[in-house]
């Protein structure tokens, strides 16, 4: 039998298979991390872009990673739901100011991935809101 007959992707499929039945007869796949758990197998992309894209955000959730914009964004709306709940002025104005730098901070990373519009607060326009929601007067 020549070289020319063996059909040398089915021999090295069946190596690794040999190979593979041999190391579980051994046990050296009992206890690895992860065993019995379900594999998540989401399918890539075909597109290369896509691929990349989809090939980074896996590498950042398996590592628990958070970009800058969406913490940054998480934080916008923690701060804007404190501007809706505050009972008196004594804070009003740190917030806004938190709120001005986070909006800042995105609309001047170049990359706005999310693509969602992030606008500034005025302080006396919420200064206003706040003695309306209030009952308050300007002068108390």
């Known amino acids: ?18 190979r593979i039945e041999d190391a579980m007869k051994e046990g050296k796949f009992d206890n690895l991390a992860g065993a019995g758990a379900p594999l998540e197998l989401d ?12 090939w980074a955000l896996r590498i950042m959730k398996q590592n628990d990673f958070t970009p800058d914009e969406v ?13 809706e709940r505050l009972p008196d002025e004594s804070h009003l104005e ?10 800042r901070r995105i609309n001047t990373l170049g990359t706005n991935a999310i693509n969602l519009p992030v606008v500034a607060v005025d302080l006396e326009a919420e200064r206003a809101r706040l003695r309306e929601r209030t009952g308050r007067r300007g002068n108390e």
């Open 1 to 18: 039998m020549s070289l020319k007959q063996v059909d040398i992707e089915n021999a090295l499929r069946r190596l690794a298979d040999k």
């Open 43 to 54: 399918p890539a992309p075909v597109e290369e872009n896509a691929r990349m894209t989809w």
């Open 71 to 83: 913490r940054w964004r998480k934080a916008l709306d923690y701060l804007r739901d404190q501007l």
């Open 94 to 103: 740190a917030i806004v100011a938190q709120i001005n730098d986070l909006v």
